[in-house]
């Protein structure tokens, strides 16, 4: 059976450190992968999806940047983090536009 | 540019009592739409995926139903029960994109 794996389950980082979030599927090749945020009072917002390794579309310019180096790896990545990058974060896949989306357990990210 | 919106904001019921939460959205050209689950703090639950050609689509005690000509979809839970209090979403894509639009959610308490 297919399952995603997302760590850290929280992180208290200062601004302007770095950020790295790894979200990895198993299970299944070549499964779309998305990158969502949700606030409080705002819902999910889409940050990155992939359809392919190498493939990286940006829904929302910021400070963040996403990759995917292997088929089933899709990496959240920062350089130098804000206060308005805290969030709840969750990672999700599906195999195709018209399947059903998995998502992660999601990384509570704190900017202090 | 969808838009989904979920009403109420929040529900608070009786333990046994059947219930309904709304989703609407404002670009009928989807091809499915999903609804989560989503306990405090933790990732989402997929529910159920309708499909744009089928009009309901059951699991247990919930039945999603889909009226893409009124841009709207019900989640009906049945004999509701304290387990299933949660924040509920639904999410439709925008277009034929990859991109999935979520409501901000409907939060269900089941008073024992």
């Known amino acids: 059976s297919q399952t995603i794996h997302q760590w850290p389950a929280t992180l208290v980082q200062p601004v302007g450190s770095p950020l790295s979030l790894e979200c990895t599927v198993e299970g299944t090749s070549n499964p779309n992968l998305y990158w969502y945020r949700q606030a409080a009072g705002r819902g999910l917002q889409l940050l990155f999806y992939s359809v392919g390794i190498g493939q990286i579309s940006s829904e929302v310019p910021q400070n963040l940047s996403a990759s995917r180096p292997q088929d089933r790896q899709f990496i959240l990545s920062s350089k130098k983090l804000l206060l308005s990058d805290s969030g709840f974060y969750l990672c999700?896949?599906?195999?195709?536009?018209?399947?059903?989306?998995?998502f992660g357990q999601g990384t509570r990210l704190t900017v202090v | 540019k969808q838009e989904v919106t979920q009403i109420p904001a929040a529900l608070s019921v009786p333990e046994g009592e059947n219930l309904v939460l709304n989703c609407s959205f404002t670009?009928?050209?989807?091809?499915?739409l999903q609804w989560f689950r989503q306990d405090p703090g933790k990732g989402l639950t997929s529910l159920l995926l309708i499909q744009s050609s089928q009009r309901e689509q059951t699991s247990g005690r919930l039945n999603a139903s889909l009226d893409k000509s009124s841009g709207r979809s019900t989640l009906y839970i049945a004999a509701s029960q304290p387990g299933d209090s949660a924040t509920y979403l639904c999410?439709?894509?925008?277009?034929?994109?990859?991109?999935?639009?979520f409501g901000k959610g409907t939060k269900l308490t089941v008073n024992p």
């Open positions: 999410a439709a894509p925008q277009g034929g994109s990859e991109k999935l639009v």
């Open positions: 670009d009928s050209a989807i091809y499915n």
């Open positions: 999700a896949w599906r195999v195709g536009r018209g399947t059903e989306a998995f």
